[in-house]
C-alpha cells in the first residue's frame, strides 16, 4: 500500500530554518505529483507546494520566496526546505500525493517557530 512518511520538523526560532523529507513507498515515485500541506490548530489543512513529476512547482503566496519544495526520484523522496521561518509558519505538515482518484497522506511533523 502507499506509504509516506514525514520527518524533519521540530522547534525554531524566526529566521531560522528547516528542512522537511517524506519518503514515500507503494508508488512508482517519479510518475507522481507530490505536495506538502499544513495545518495549524483551530484552521483548515492548506495547500504549501506542490511538485509535478516533471519538476514543475507551485507555492501558496505565503511562502513564495522563502519555501523550496524539491524531489530526489531516486530515493523516493519529496522536501521541503524552509527558510525565513515566521511564527505563523507554525503548523503541523503533511506530505500528499493522489493515485486513483484517492489521496492519501503522511502522518505529519510538526513545525512550531517560536522564541
Known amino acids: 500500500q502507499v506509504q509516506l512518511v514525514e520527518s524533519g520538523g521540530g522547534l525554531v526560532q524566526p529566521g531560522g530554518s528547516l528542512r522537511l523529507s517524506c519518503v514515500s513507498s507503494?508508488?512508482?515515485?517519479?510518475?507522481?505529483?507530490m505536495g506538502w500541506y499544513r495545518q495549524a490548530p483551530g484552521k483548515e489543512r492548506e495547500l504549501v507546494a506542490t511538485i509535478t513529476r516533471g519538476g514543475s512547482t507551485n507555492y501558496a503566496d505565503s511562502v513564495k520566496g522563502r519555501f523550496t519544495i524539491s524531489r530526489d526520484n531516486a530515493k523516493n523522496t519529496v522536501y521541503l526546505q524552509m527558510n525565513s521561518l515566521k511564527p505563523e509558519d507554525t503548523a503541523v505538515y503533511y506530505c500528499n500525493t493522489s493515485s486513483l482518484g484517492t489521496n492519501y497522506w503522511g502522518q505529519g511533523t510538526q513545525v512550531t517557530v517560536s522564541t
Open positions: 507503494g508508488i512508482i515515485f517519479r510518475m507522481y505529483a
